[in-house]
Nanobody
Framework: VQLQASGGGLVQAGGSLRLSCRASGRTISNKGVGWFRQAPGKEREFVVGMSWNGFRTSYADSVKGRFTISRDIAKNMLYLQMDSLKPEDTAIYYC???????????????WGQGTQVTVSS
């Protein structure tokens, strides 16, 4: 699976961004998907994961209630709607697809190239 993320940019605190991730090569309909992020000087961290059937989602406490993951199976696309953004959300965001139906983790096989999100105060 090849992943191409887009939609990052510069936004003021309290604003919104929608990240997109186009998958090609294989369908994501039977695989766990999600997003990770990495802030400057910090380790990569889990943001959100979605089960292979889309029925279950899991969010990091830091983004719960503000971020929403979704997918479009027909388009083989993954999205991350980010609302009420905070300066601490500044990071490079990576879309992730697992090699199986299991949930994503730091050892998942397929990673996008990352898209920069910068939130100004």
């Amino acid at each position: 699976v090849q992943l191409q993320a887009s939609g990052g940019g510069l936004v003021q605190a309290g604003g919104s961004l929608r990240l997109s991730c186009r998958a090609s090569g294989r369908t994501i309909s039977n695989k766990g998907v999600g997003w990770f992020r990495q802030a400057p000087g910090k380790e990569r961290e889990f943001v959100v994961g979605m089960s292979w059937n889309g029925f279950r989602t899991s969010y990091a406490d830091s983004v719960k209630g503000r971020f929403t993951i979704s997918r479009d199976i027909a388009k083989n696309m993954l999205y991350l709607q980010m609302d009420s953004l905070k300066p601490e959300d500044t990071a490079i965001y990576y879309c992730v697809v697992n090699q199986s139906s299991a949930g994503v983790s730091s050892t998942s096989r397929y990673w996008g190239q990352g898209t920069q999100v910068t939130v100004s105060s």
